[in-house]
């Protein structure tokens, strides 16, 4: 009987799960739960035949068609288990932690009902994570140790698969946004059906709910000196603070002035660890592109790093200046797109720009929204600011912005450096900022800012790739390099993984473009495979495990291209200690 095996393990007066009933309409659903119970693991789940066809998949799902996933198949659920979140209490069978890793619709290729039969079940996922085909092969039985229910989850290669896929770096509810970490934490998680539809209708709804956890764990040290409780809805637009207009000439260190046409960004020095210090604020690091904005008799002009006009590449930005309470200004910030909990991600910003890093002839998507997170303010009606102190000026951009879709001030914490970090980790963030409180704006790399990351990332230069290997076509892998402080670009290893089939074919036709005799690297580049020059003028975004000692990169991964970098500033930055740079930027020591 359909759900009898379900019943049987389960007392549902000891557990939250639903009980069990078979569905009479289908709709194509399917889950992928990630379950801490004795041993962490991913349960698959289909709904088909009126309930769950479930397997348990140790290593989770991948879009590496490369990775052959073990997949047990386990008892029938009911279909009302597709948005179980929370936690099956102790003493119940799976006690432990339960979050919905992903959901979607499936679309089977051919009879789904003839293919499960005969162990090769053909499918179209289009979920939130998990796109494309799949397939689920029974494993033949017959082998020592074997129970008859072993299968293997396979991505098949098509437009979706990510070669070199990491699990990890999607680690996070797609229905609350919350990690395993915090669901057991939370006392409430029992309750999550009743607050779980409001945590998910707006999209950085998780984020201020996090952030207010921690400010009410720390009340006490939010105040200032003036015993005030900070306001530091860091995400939340609608939490930004609307202070009492300003009388710039009374502000120390504005200046009259007319209003520059260029600004350089000011920089951050990479330290190793997050620290809390009372003369410091804390800022998210945020994954997109920096940009300045010069607001002007109500137009818009944004400007990379690099001095680029961006304004025709993001046109729904130019209505900007109508939420902003000035006649000029230059504003600093950062150009984002946010993934479904509200996150930034960089592999959106990519397929919003439609590859045009890569190729002449890529696909844009403007339909993927963006946001510009505004965290400082240089110039106001007349006024220089930049020798005005940082939390001066972020008073005074928090007066002026009138919050919306496309415009979002950038809060912060004082003090509370190490838990923003700890905050900013469990939600796969890249890291955060540091500022000293009464720092300056400078147009230069210093000590005054402090960045932390969470993950190492690193922009290289393609000076060559390699042929391919098996079955793959066009390039092996891409081939790096940094400038030294002599100017000579080195080789520092070679990426293979983390493009998709769209990125890889792109990314080709450029290099052919780019081929060259000559070898652009000052020292030797080890290969086991041939490679072939590339002139030195793109700049791909990596993220690595770690250093070698001869100065490699460790297990490359390619997460896309740049143009707000140009090559020779792909330079090597290691993170210096937190301490020393701390205690030179407050004793006023240059960087």
Sequence with gaps: MALEEYRRKRRFERTPEPPPKVEKTAKHRFVVQKHRATHLHYDFRLEMQGVLKSWAVPKGPSLDPADKRLAMQTEDHPVSYYDFEGIIPPGNYGAGTVMVWDVGTWKPLGDASDMLKKGNLKFLLRGKKLKGEFVLAKMKGGRRYSKGNEWLLIKKRDQYAVDGYDIDQYDYSVLTGRSLDQITRDEASVEWESNRKSAVRQKDAWLAGALAKVRGARKKSAKDKKGKSKSSAIFASSAVRQLPSFDLSSVPGAVRAPMPTTIRPMLATLVDKPFTDPEWLFEVKWDGYRAIAFI????????????????????????????????????????????EQGRPSFSLMQQRTGFREIGRRGRKNPSIPIVYYVFDLLYLDGYSLLRVDLEKRKEL??????????????????????????????RGLEGIVAKRRRSYYLQKRTREWLKIKISQRIECVIGGYTDPRGS?????????????????????GQAGSGFTQETHAALW?????????????????????????????????????????????????????RT????????????????????????????
């Design 564 to 591: 707000d970098k140009k090559p020779r500033e792909c330079i090597f930055e290691f993170a210096r200690p937190t301490s020393k740079e701390v205690e030179k930027a407050e004793s006023g020591e240059a960087a």
């Design 509 to 561: 036709k450029r290099l052919k473009e780019l081929e060259t005799a000559k070898n652009p690297f000052h020292n030797k580049v080890e290969s086991t495979r041939r490679v072939h020059w590339v002139r030195p003028e793109l700049v791909a975004e990596i993220k690595f495990k770690e250093w070698t000692h001869e100065l490699k990169l460790r297990a490359p991964v390619f997460q896309g291209l």
């Design 472 to 492: 793959r076509e066009h390039f092996g892998s891409i081939v790096l390099g940094l400038y030294d402080d002599k100017g000579h670009l080195i080789h520092v």
């Design 296 to 339: 002007e008799a109500g137009r818009l002009r944004l400007m990379s790093r690099n001095q680029n006009d961006l304004t025709a590449e993001y046109p729904e930005l130019s209505g900007l200046p109508k939420y902003v309470r000035a006649q000029t200004a230059i504003l600093d910030g950062e150009i984002v797109a946010l993934d």
């Design 397 to 426: 951009l928090a007066s002026i912005l009138t919050p919306t879709n496309i415009l979002r001030y950038s809060d912060h914490f004082l003090t509370e450096g190490e838990a923003l970090f700890r905050l900013a980790a469990e």
